[in-house]
């Protein structure tokens, strides 16, 4: 009977080789590494009075500190969706406040350097605020799934398409560009909004106040300005439609 | 050449190539690989019970453009990296396929999913570490706009040039940043993988091409062997966490695994037997995981010596006890053997294993079996699976409400099926025993009692008095804890015949021990 160890007398062992594949894997780990740095860096500068509030003194200093990171990356938008699901699962992150995180991803979205970006956010467990945030002109971002608060704040121009319900605040102070809602938003939608335009599928639990310009359209309807403030446009209190 | 000449020509090349093969893989242990007629003309392979098969009219289509040995070789090595590599075993391949139909939502898109993703991973893995002419054979596979998307994969992580078009950059750009060759993350990866491809699938549906076949084989489960099925299923039970996700896998296959055997009664290998649910399956699967000690029912006394056991004869040892029945007639030492007596034991009673009594409580506040996995089922299976194993019969008293109906009783029997089907229904409603429902089950060798209950029991009074009064050996474990409980074990748990046991997660379970008594504390 032939013993097959015999065959192995002149084997020998073949080192794998190097494939695109590892160092395309390493970049991404690299690339990974950085962004959650920069996170981490953010959000230890902003955690230090432990409670963060929504200031807009406070939103412009941590936006400003989140672009002077991620300015000096190099990614896309395949790394920025992966860095969501790293905030969702925790593991590498120790920390999520909800607030910067959303704003340093913004900061990612305005600085990629796809005009277009889709991020598939529907798996996730919690929601980020300040989604979109000061989007620029020419930029458009998708985000498939549910948004928390404060979506398209300050929107520049830019589109954002929420493929699910967006909370309060949606496009608070928003300037120009085009908000699009597929589902729900919460309270306060269009809060000091200058102007562009927000379209909501679904239903909107109120409208902001103090609103000076734009348009929100609830299915195909112009809910702001409403008939009776139409040709004014100045400020509205919150209603339910 | 005639028909015959040519198949034996084949059968020569196949043999000579898959020595090659093997030595490559460090001799998997795979059934000669054969050659079949009846395969689909664009399948290449098929493998079924670790044998693979290959397409006779695929490989002569594809000699056009290669020798028959690099097209074979290929194949080979695609065939047996999926059994060497991923997804190694049934388990993982339900892994994989839970996590695309997860994403996908859609059974057979999901099935598409884990295939490709199981073949980037079997391919690539075998590029890294083998001599193989596997890049060839993409160079010239075709197919349809998914393999065009994989063959662009292959192209830009292999960094081979097979003739991939620019058309496909973006997503198999996209695909080319999963880890595929990080074993840990394949769920991970697959969930990325089918999100990426999600489209392209929902394409083929939308055009009907859906069920049009992998060109690399499909990945049904007739690959493994039934010993890998049902311990596949088992780690699956164990991983899956709660019924609904077992069942919603399974479920998914039941045809196929009806046909395998797995569905059934009966067991494996023994024929399809009457069909099994899901969540049967899923409880005796997830049962399977643990092992509960039955304590033997003990020795009776005696004031004579009984040969005992057998120990190795030594010169000086009397002649009188030697066992020449186990001395093969010879006087040596360390072949000879003596008996072993032992004082006042005898073997006129042998040591056996009672029959068991399950009493199970599926009473509202208990949970709902096919909804979350219960403690009180599975505590139940295991305890049932232990009597069996050691050749007793169980029988099982489901109670709730037993006024208003909510009980269900089935006599000593040993067919899995039954008991499982009367250990898994759940009642809800109150929880009030009928103590005479107890007494229908008595037999004269004193059955052993199995108790599992939260003791949120209306008439638990009755039942500690009815307990105390029992001689046999009871078995009582607790879910959670609640003034009721304390109670009981406060009246009960110092009786030796009695054990008490809490539940509060799966891991408490293997430290059951059923029919326990204590001995200090005097026979009973």
Redesign the interface.
């Known amino acids: 009977m032939h013993n097959?160890f015999c065959?192995f007398q002149s084997y020998q062992y073949?080192q794998?080789?190097e494939?695109?594949?590892d160092r395309?894997?390493q970049s991404?780990r690299k690339t990974m590494e950085e962004i959650i740095e920069g996170y981490l860096k953010l959000s230890e500068k902003e955690v230090k009075e432990m409670v963060w509030l929504v200031e807009h003194s406070r939103i412009v200093k941590a936006y400003s500190a989140a672009m002077e990171t991620v300015k000096n990356l190099d990614y896309d938008s395949?790394d920025i969706e992966e860095f969501c699901h790293e905030l969702d699962k925790g593991g590498k992150i120790p920390y999520l406040i909800s607030g910067p995180a959303g704003i340093y991803v913004s900061a990612l979205c305005n600085n990629a350097k796809e005009p277009e970006l889709h991020l598939?956010l529907f798996?996730l467990k919690r929601t980020f605020h300040f989604l979109g945030y000061r989007l620029p002109e020419g930029k458009s971002l998708v985000l498939e799934g549910s948004v928390g608060d404060f979506i398209g704040t300050g929107l520049s121009g830019g589109r954002l398409v929420v493929e699910g319900s967006a909370g309060n605040w949606t496009g608070a102070g928003m300037v120009k560009g085009e908000i699009v809602v597929r589902e729900h938003t919460g309270q306060n939608t269009g809060e000091w909004m200058k102007g562009g335009v927000i379209r909501v599928g679904g239903h909107i639990r109120g409208i902001g106040k103090s609103l000076s310009g734009g348009t929100i359209y609830q299915r195909e309807r112009t809910v702001f300005p409403d008939e009776k403030d139409a040709g004014s446009a100045s400020t509205s209190g919150p209603t339910t439609a | 050449m005639s028909n015959d000449g040519q198949n034996r020509d084949f059968d020569s090349l196949l043999r000579r190539i898959w020595g090659e093969v093997r030595?490559k893989h460090f001799?998997p242990e795979l059934a000669r690989p054969q050659a079949d007629d009846q395969l689909d003309d664009s399948v290449a392979l098929e493998i079924k019970s670790k044998r693979i098969a290959v397409n006779r009219a695929f490989l002569d289509e594809m000699s056009r453009n290669l020798p028959m040995e690099t097209v074979l070789e290929a194949l080979l090595d695609h065939g047996v990296t999926h059994y060497t590599y991923c997804p190694w075993d049934f388990h993982t391949h339900l892994q994989l396929y839970q996590e695309a139909k997860r994403?996908l939502g859609d059974k057979d898109m999901a099935q598409k999913s884990s295939d490709y993703f199981m073949d980037v991973v079997a391919d690539?893995h075998c590029?890294?570490?083998?001599?193989t002419p596997l890049p060839e054979l993409y160079r010239n596979l075709g197919g349809g706009e998914l393999d065009q998307v994989m063959q662009a994969l292959y192209q830009?992580?292999?960094?081979e040039d097979l003739g991939a078009g620019a058309e496909h950059e973006e997503v198999s750009r996209?695909l080319?940043?999963v880890?595929?060759?990080?074993r840990g993350s394949w769920v991970e990866s697959i969930?990325r993988f089918s999100?990426i491809i999600q489209v392209l699938l929902e394409a083929e549906r939308d055009s009907g091409e859906l069920d049009k076949p992998n060109p690399m084989g499909q990945s049904d489960f007739s690959r493994y062997s039934s010993e890998e099925l049902s311990e596949g299923l088992k780690e699956f039970a164990m991983s899956s966490g709660e019924p609904g996700r077992f069942r919603e896998v399974v479920g998914d296959f039941e045809e196929e695994l009806s046909d395998l055997g797995l569905m059934s009664s009966s067991g494996m290998g023994e024929g399809a037997g009457s069909p099994l649910d899901a969540d049967l399956l899923y409880y005796m699967k997830l049962a399977e995981n643990y092992s509960i000690p039955v304590r033997k029912t003990p020795l009776e006394k005696s004031g004579d010596q009984y040969p005992y056991g057998h120990t190795p004869w030594e010169a000086g040892k009397p002649y009188r006890d030697i066992d020449p029945w186990t001395s093969f007639g010879k006087i040596m030492p360390g072949v000879t053997q003596i008996w072993e007596r032992r004082e006042g034991e005898t073997h006129g009673e042998e040591e056996s294993t009672p029959n068991c009594i399950v009493m199970i409580d599926s009473s509202g506040s208990m949970v709902n079996p096919k909804q979350y996995l219960s403690y009180a089922v599975l505590g139940a299976a295991c305890a049932s699976d232990a009597y069996l194993r050691n050749s007793a019969s169980v029988g099982v008293y489901n109670f709730s409400d037993v006024e208003a109906g909510g009980r269900r009783l089935l006599d000593f029997s040993r067919k899995r099926r039954d008991i499982y089907e009367s250990l898994c229904h759940y009642f809800g409603g109150g929880t009030r025993l009928d103590m005479t429902d107890i007494e229908t089950f008595r037999d004269e060798k004193g059955s052993d009692v199995f108790l599992i209950t939260d003791m949120q029991i209306t008439n638990l009074e009755t039942l500690i008095e009815y307990l105390s009064s029992m001689p046999n050996r009871i078995t009582a474990v607790h879910i959670g804890e609640n003034e009721h409980v304390r109670r009981f074990k406060t009246r009960l748990q110092k009786r030796s015949n009695l054990s008490i046991y809490s539940i509060q997660k799966k891991e408490d379970i293997p430290r059951i021990v059923l029919g326990k008594v204590r001995e200090y504390l005097g026979r009973v």
């Not at chain 2, 590029?127 to 001599?131: A, G, I, P």
């Open positions: 097959p065959d073949k794998s080789r494939i695109p594949l395309i894997i991404k395949d598939k798996e | 030595k001799y994403i690539t590029y890294k570490t083998k001599d830009r992580i292999w960094g996209k080319s940043r880890p595929y060759l990080d969930n999100k």
